[in-house]
């Protein structure tokens, strides 16, 4: 009776989304209740092409579909096969046909997609002059690349002002050229967002010859810009990630590439003298006047082996040598009397090396450097005595 009955196999429904499960099958299962029921609802994975969005607890939406019993609990249940935000259902029906009508036209064709560049000195960013959008942008850029010029155009983002105050936005920066362009804002409802889904911002940011990420709303959001820009980010954050490169970064390929083209310089520097000797060596092969100039060689690197050995033996030698003569010079009496000693002697020449050796009036010889002389014994002090003895 379900399946004959036509008005059961195509019901719109409205209700509030509660006990809502993604099954690992694709499948989502839910349930729709108002004030006046409750009815079990499934939307197969086949079906999921009508579902524009991710269905959550106590949304109020518009379920299609057909009504149909489910034998194995003897139950019946909504089968959907598309299903629309109550409420704000115009707006994505609006969104919907003018995304088909720009893809038909080519304007979402990766064709059309410029590349972004890698490494920019001038970044526009076209978004309101307040909110987070902007500082995240701002931060994130100062942080990967404090050299980086932002050129900030402070658009309309909401409200009937909006579309036009973009537009103006994406061309002013456009005559400005900039490197790369992030248009976006924070996150909304689709209402707050809905300029970045009019036909003339999309228009703008396709016409555009400079380089445009989209980064409106959050990660879940979705607009008409997305598909026209040349790269979306799913953040402003995310698009200042990808608009700047990290300075570190930059840095560290530098120096790769260097020590890769260093490497690859001695490499090839490498292969070529192996090449030119082996080359050589296969001409004196087959030589005989080649074999000679081996033997040769062979010869005279055995006499400069001997000659190596020989100096170094020299050397070594000498090395000795010298160290023997400052043993020697450390032992000379004559090195002591050049260094401003002296040496002191009674008549008989024996060295005078205490007091207890000497009287006043006894006579010595001290003998320096450069001769030596006759003295007479004056005053004997004694250490810590304090006092002389005598004197005369």
Same mark, same amino acid.
């Given at each position: 009776?379900?399946?004959?009955?036509?008005?059961?196999?195509?019901?719109?429904?409205?209700?509030? +989304?509660?006990?809502?499960?993604?099954?690992?099958?694709?499948?989502?299962?839910?349930?729709?209740?108002?004030?006046?029921?409750?009815?079990?609802?499934? *939307?197969?994975?086949?079906?999921?092409a009508?579902?524009?969005?991710?269905l959550?607890?106590?949304? !109020? +939406?518009?379920?299609?579909?057909? +009504?149909?019993?489910?034998?194995?609990?003897?139950?019946?249940?909504?089968y959907?096969r598309? &299903?629309?935000?109550?409420?704000?259902?115009?707006?994505?029906?609006?969104f919907?046909?003018?995304?088909?009508?720009?893809?038909?036209?080519? *304007?979402?064709?990766?064709?059309?997609? !410029?590349?972004?560049?890698?490494? /920019?000195?001038?970044?526009?960013?076209?978004?309101?002059?307040?909110?987070?959008?902007?500082?995240?942008? &701002?931060?994130?850029?100062?942080?990967?690349?404090?050299? /980086?010029?932002?050129?900030?155009y402070?658009?309309?983002?909401?409200?009937?002002?909006?579309?036009?105050?973009?537009?103006?936005?994406?061309?002013?920066?456009e005559?400005?050229?900039?490197?790369?362009?992030?248009?976006?804002?924070?996150?909304?409802? &689709?209402?707050?967002?809905?300029?970045?889904?009019?036909?003339?911002?999309?228009q703008?940011?396709?016409?555009?010859?400079?380089?445009? %990420?989209?980064?409106?709303?959050?990660?879940?959001?979705?607009?008409?810009?997305?598909?026209?820009?040349?790269?979306?980010a799913?953040?402003?954050?995310?698009?200042?990630?990808l608009?700047?490169?990290? /300075?570190?970064e930059?840095?560290?390929?530098?120096?790769?590439?260097?020590?890769?083209?260093q490497?690859? %310089?001695?490499?090839?520097?490498?292969?070529?003298? *192996?090449?030119?000797?082996?080359?050589?060596? !296969?001409?004196?092969?087959?030589?005989?006047?080649?074999r000679?100039?081996?033997?040769? *060689?062979?010869?005279?690197?055995?006499?400069?082996?001997?000659?190596?050995?020989?100096?170094?033996?020299l050397q @070594?030698?000498?090395?000795?040598?010298?160290?023997?003569?400052?043993?020697?010079?450390?032992?000379?009496?004559?090195?002591?009397?050049?260094?401003?000693?002296?040496?002191?002697?009674?008549? @008989?020449?024996?060295?005078?090396?205490?007091?207890?050796?000497?009287?006043?009036? !006894?006579?010595?010889?001290?003998r320096?450097?450069?001769?030596?002389?006759?003295?007479?014994?004056?005053?004997?002090?004694?250490?810590?005595?304090?006092k002389?003895e005598?004197?005369?």
């Amino acid at each position: 009776m379900f399946t004959q009955d036509y008005l059961l196999q195509s019901l719109l429904v409205r209700g509030e +989304v509660s006990n809502c499960k993604y099954h690992a099958s694709g499948h989502i299962y839910f349930t729709l209740k108002d004030p006046g029921g409750v009815v079990n609802c499934v *939307m197969f994975a086949g079906n999921r092409a009508g579902l524009s969005f991710r269905l959550a607890e106590g949304q !109020q +939406v518009i379920v299609g579909g057909a +009504v149909d019993v489910y034998a194995k609990e003897g139950k019946y249940q909504l089968y959907a096969r598309q &299903i629309k935000l109550a409420g704000s259902g115009l707006l994505y029906e609006k969104f919907e046909q003018l995304k088909r009508e720009l893809a038909e036209s080519g *304007m979402f064709s990766k064709e059309y997609k !410029q590349p972004i560049p890698k490494y /920019i000195r001038t970044l526009g960013v076209v978004t309101a002059d307040t909110g987070a959008a902007v500082r995240d942008i &701002i931060q994130i850029t100062r942080r990967r690349n404090p050299y /980086i010029q932002i050129v900030l155009y402070p658009a309309i983002v909401q409200g009937e002002a909006a579309v036009p105050s973009i537009v103006r936005g994406i061309r002013a920066l456009e005559r400005l050229g900039v490197d790369v362009m992030i248009v976006g804002r924070g996150g909304g409802s &689709i209402e707050d967002l809905w300029a970045f889904n009019e036909r003339e911002v999309a228009q703008a940011v396709f016409d555009c010859s400079v380089p445009v %990420i989209s980064a409106v709303g959050h990660e879940t959001d979705t607009t008409i810009i997305d598909f026209v820009s040349d790269l979306r980010a799913p953040t402003p954050s995310a698009a200042a990630e990808l608009a700047v490169a990290d /300075i570190r970064e930059i840095l560290n390929e530098l120096e790769e590439y260097r020590r890769k083209l260093q490497q690859g %310089i001695q490499r090839r520097l490498k292969d070529s003298r *192996m090449t030119v000797k082996q080359a050589e060596l !296969q001409l004196k092969a087959f030589s005989p006047a080649g074999r000679i100039r081996e033997k040769k *060689m062979g010869l005279l690197g055995m006499e400069e082996q001997l000659q190596n050995r020989m100096n170094r033996l020299l050397q @070594e030698k000498r090395h000795e040598l010298e160290l023997h003569i400052q043993r020697l010079k450390g032992l000379s009496p004559l090195e002591k009397l050049s260094s401003g000693y002296s040496y002191v002697s009674d008549r @008989e020449g024996r060295n005078i090396r205490s007091v207890e050796q000497v009287e006043p009036g !006894q006579q010595v010889t001290v003998r320096v450097k450069d001769g030596s002389f006759e003295a007479s014994v004056g005053a004997i002090s004694r250490s810590g005595a304090g006092k002389q003895e005598s004197q005369v």
